[in-house]
């Protein structure tokens, strides 16, 4: 009777139990959310974190979201990027938040606040910065400092070009964020004074120019960003520009010296656009258990971001924690370094903000892979094709 009485009492437990579903973007943020939940399961021995499948990318996240919204199938919490909050805030997706700690963000809560009303938490941020293979750039007769603009880089393509088998250069893209990086940081805007685009104003003339340059000057492998990655883990590829959240993968991965430098040329009054994940509640069904879920990660749980990948904590008492991960690891100090010009994520706004973004980066694409040179037309037809799909 005794047995029967105990299993019971274990039955009960079990039942008693809450399961939150959380959903992410990229699969090589696994390590970090799996050691979040180890120890917010630690802490919360009543609650258990499941995940789904990671999407790709930011965009195939928000995408998923939307459908799921119609399905009524949304998970308890949710990470999405900066730039399409106005987006699923639009389609009634994340819950208006009242956190006790919006203090302990400082800035960041602005980029997580709409219209007086905050609908998500900052999570973890990153920066458009630059890998360098030094051992390979100092094999090909580069001196000095590493690039500090676009034409010395070009300068080291043409040295690292000329070794038999390596490549100089490769702008990590998948969607329009290092794009928007290179239009902001020559002062531009996503949108003009009638909200629509303007690809012909000359910081965005500029910036589609670069983009055809990195083809016809820097010769850029017509590769998939995986072939990219895997040809600078294994030395033959000089340089990526990338985010900055790629650093402790990334070190894991090479046996050259690993040297990161900022965003080349950002002008005066220039900015760069925020990147990374907030964290969001988009389901009532477990509300109480998702929230004390969204205040761990975005508390004490935060100091573990940078070290798990290479985003910065936004949470200032997680990041204050962090002063000998700092002081060990030089290359997580360079993505800090450039947050005096940091800036919000801009998006498109409507219904087809995503087919918007997307026809933005195929139009970059042409450029990049070398399918059209004509960067002034490229320009001109993007701005056409968004802004017939915009209210």
């Not at 983009?211 to 030395?235: C, D, I, Q, Y």
């Not at 070290?307 to 690891?329: C, D, I, P, R, W």
Request: aromatic share 10%; with cysteine.
């Amino acid at each position: 009777m005794k047995k029967i009485l105990t299993i019971l009492a274990l039955c009960s437990l079990l039942q008693a139990k809450t399961e939150l579903v959380v959903s992410y973007a990229y699969a090589w943020f696994k390590p970090l959310h799996e050691k979040l939940k180890e120890e917010f399961e630690k802490q919360n021995p009543d609650i258990s974190i499941t995940f789904l499948a990671p999407t790709q990318n930011y965009e195939e996240q928000s995408a998923r979201l939307l459908r799921e919204k119609v399905i009524n199938k949304l998970p308890d919490v949710s990470f999405n990027s900066y730039a399409y909050l106005p987006t699923l805030v639009d389609k009634n997706i994340p819950h208006e938040l009242h956190p006790s700690n919006a203090q302990d963000f400082g800035e960041g809560i602005k980029t997580t606040t709409l219209g007086g009303k905050i609908y998500a938490l900052p999570f973890a941020i990153s920066m458009p910065v630059t890998y360098y293979n030094e051992d390979l750039i100092r094999q090909a007769g580069w001196v000095g400092e590493l690039p500090k603009t676009w034409d010395e880089i070009f300068a080291l393509c043409e040295k690292v070009n000329g070794l038999e088998g390596k490549s100089c250069m490769y702008f990590a893209e998948t969607d329009t964020w290092l794009i928007l990086a290179l239009a902001l940081q020559r002062g531009g805007a996503l949108l003009n004074a009638q909200n629509k685009a303007d690809f012909s104003t000359p910081a965005w003339l500029d910036t589609f120019k670069i983009l055809s340059e990195f083809h016809s000057r820097a010769k850029m492998p017509s590769v998939k960003k995986s072939e990219a990655l895997t040809s600078f883990n294994a030395g033959n590829l000089a340089l990526l520009v990338q985010t900055s959240a790629a650093l402790v993968q990334t070190e894991k991965a090479v046996n050259f010296t690993l040297k990161l430098g900022k965003f080349p040329q950002v002008k005066e009054g220039g900015k760069l656009p925020v990147g990374g994940s907030l964290v969001m509640l988009t389901s009532d069904k477990n509300k109480e258990a998702a929230l004390k879920y969204i205040d761990f990660v975005t508390g004490w749980g935060n100091q573990f971001v940078p070290q798990f990948t290479g985003y910065m904590s936004v949470n200032s008492k997680a990041h204050a924690q962090l002063g000998e991960f700092y002081a060990q690891n030089p290359n997580a100090k360079v993505a800090p370094s450039q947050l005096p010009l940091l800036v919000e994520w801009p998006s498109f706004p409507g219904n087809n903000a995503l087919k918007a973004t997307n026809i933005l980066w195929l139009s970059a694409e042409k450029l990049l892979l070398g399918k059209s040179t004509d960067y002034e037309g490229v320009a001109r037809k993007a701005t056409e094709d968004i802004n017939r799909i915009l209210p």
